[in-house]
């Protein structure tokens, strides 16, 4: 068994603090949104502290989970730099897959933020700001969930440009707590 450990201990290096600190911020986030969500919904928590305005509240908590978004990304890049790379995700192929995921997930979450809107976004749903209407157009013909999936497609994309297993395991813990987090929104 541990010869087994051993063979991955050269793709990926888990004594790096900075694994560690990305996949707690990797797990943190959704958690914390959907706490916080749940109190506004439940409780009012944020409109409350904003006077009673739902909207200020929203906005607040959009700045928030943007900035704490921004901050997981910048952990995740750091875990990937403290990390080993591996020969097969240096290839020019890998980087090809690289650019087109990162494209492909920046289009989806983009465009899906573009349709949505600030408050239809950043949880505005649970604030009592509702759509007139479901968004059914580009990216939401294409999948239900395209700010996860684009997600992880530009997490993993961004693994394979720097060539590094660990963002890969990092992107598989992504997705999995998205995919938790989607049985609590849906």
Known sequence: MSKLLSQYDSLVDFNQKSLLVSAISIGFNPLFWNIVARQEYKNKVLTKLFGGDSRRGCYFLAVVIFSLGIFRDALYERALRDQPAHPLL?????????????????????????????????????????????????????????????????????????????????????????????????
């Open 90 to 186: 240096q290839t020019k192929a890998s980087t090809y897959a690289a650019l087109s995921l990162i494209a492909a997930g920046n289009v989806l979450v983009l465009s899906s933020m573009w349709a949505l809107g600030v408050t239809g976004t950043y949880l505005g749903d649970y604030f009592g700001i509702l759509m007139n209407d479901r968004v059914t157009s580009f990216p939401f013909n294409v999948t239900d969930s395209p700010m996860y999936y684009g997600s992880t497609l530009s997490f993993f994309g961004t693994a394979l440009w720097f060539g590094k297993p660990a963002g890969v395991l990092l992107t598989i813990q992504i997705l999995a707590v998205y995919l938790i987090a989607l049985r609590f929104e849906e």
